[in-house]
């Protein structure tokens, strides 16, 4: 591995607490502490669109192995913090359902190709659709909730469906398991149309 590419991996952690900080800053209500974690968890879990789209990250970064298996899920739920923190101080963000349809169907079908653009290319197509599923969450913060808690909450979510991805990915190994690995990309690409669609009308 480049050794370059190891900074990423040390520098997300020290970032990602100054958007949930500027989140807890903007968002805090006393007494809404255990309410806005548990919503935070529940959050991402709460819609398939959200789902699909974050186990399909886990299934391509195991398509593209090192150090793609990890940037990729560090990349997604970093950026999703910080649309979060668009939501919750009430920035708008034009077309948020749309883009996460397009986000379903984008990743369903990178993973039904097997998809290997640049490394860079396949982290920044990955924060861009991140954006939308992290401001979704950030402008649906529960009356009384703690911000900060609820941003904890949804990251640790997301990153439980990457992982989810992840160790469904590792079938990729077997000729059988690339196979299904795609069918499950193309299933992924379908319900994002018909979020789209459902989205459009």
Not at 56 to 74: H, Y
């Amino acid at each position: 591995m480049d050794p370059g590419m190891k900074a990423p991996r040390r520098a997300w952690p020290a970032s990602l607490p100054l958007f949930l900080w500027s989140a807890a800053a903007l968002a805090h209500t006393r007494g809404g502490e255990g309410a806005g974690f548990v919503a935070g968890l529940a959050h991402p879990i709460s819609g398939l669109d959200h789902v699909l789209a974050m186990i399909a990250v886990g299934l391509w970064g195991a398509q593209l192995g090192p150090p793609a298996v990890w940037l990729l899920p560090v990349t997604f739920p970093m950026v999703m913090a910080f649309g979060g923190t668009l939501g919750l101080v009430g920035v708008k963000i034009p077309g948020i359902e749309v883009g996460i349809a397009l986000s379903a169907i984008g990743l369903g079908a990178a993973v039904l190709f097997e998809a290997r653009p640049k490394l860079g290319i396949a982290a920044v197509l990955v924060g861009f659709f991140a954006i939308f599923h992290g401001h979704a969450h950030g402008t649906e913060l529960p009356a009384g909730a703690n911000g900060l808690l609820y941003s904890i909450g949804f990251v640790i979510a997301t990153g439980l469906l990457h992982a989810t991805g992840i160790g469904i990915g590792l079938v990729h190994r077997w000729p059988a398991g690339r196979t299904a690995l795609r069918c499950a990309g193309a299933a992924v690409a379908l319900a994002g149309m018909a979020f789209l669609w459902k989205a459009l009308t």
